[in-house]
């Protein structure tokens, strides 16, 4: 459902569909899953696979900032995060979405466009959850596995114990 109204959102037959995994180390499996959903709404796929492939800065911008939609894999936040910073994926992200490009992701996908989201996907035995901070342009504390786990009762209390909160709503 959230696939369907994310080409509803989009009036052009075959949108350019851009898919990030980055998160999940952008395996061939996760890809694979990935660009095969979306072949179902459009042909015109393609994956940025930047854990496992060189791109020139110049064209991986301007594969991001002219799609039509761009979807984001789940997976290990911070990995995510430091490896867009690496070749400026975030700020292309942020340029993409100022255009007007639909944006959506699941998991740490959906908490990379948030301004700061309740992570739990850390290493084992130490798993902890704290603040991941995304890309900002969704204004949002977001709690994308709040329903998974008694912990997620803390993350209301954690928007409260923020003593200059940047904003009032948190999303579960």
Do not use: Q, R
């Given at each position: 459902k959230t696939y369907r109204a994310a080409f509803d959102l989009i009036d052009k037959k075959n949108p350019k569909v851009i898919v990030l995994c980055t998160a999940g180390r952008d395996t061939v499996e996760n890809i694979n899953s990935y660009v095969g959903t979306m072949r179902g709404y459009s042909r015109n796929v393609e994956a940025i696979a930047l854990s496992t492939q060189l791109y020139d800065p110049a064209e991986l911008r301007e594969k991001i900032v002219t799609a039509d939609l761009i979807i984001v894999g789940g997976g290990q936040s911070e990995y995510m995060m430091d490896t867009w910073k690496q070749f400026k994926v975030d700020e292309y992200l942020v340029e993409a979405y100022n255009k007007g490009v639909v944006c959506i992701?699941?998991?740490?996908?959906?908490?990379?466009?948030?301004?700061?989201?309740?992570?739990?996907?850390?290493?084992?035995?130490?798993?902890?959850?704290?603040?991941?901070?995304?890309?900002?342009?969704?204004?949002?504390?977001?709690?994308?596995?709040?329903?998974?786990?008694?912990?997620?009762?803390?993350?209301?209390s954690a928007i409260r114990k923020e003593t200059s909160p940047k904003y009032e709503i948190g999303y579960p």
């Open positions: 992701g699941g998991s740490a996908g959906g908490m990379c466009w948030t301004y700061c989201a309740w992570n739990d996907f850390y290493e084992l035995p130490d798993s902890v959850y704290k603040w991941f901070y995304g890309i900002d342009v969704i204004p949002i504390y977001y709690g994308p596995h709040f329903s998974n786990s008694a912990l997620w009762a803390e993350f209301d």
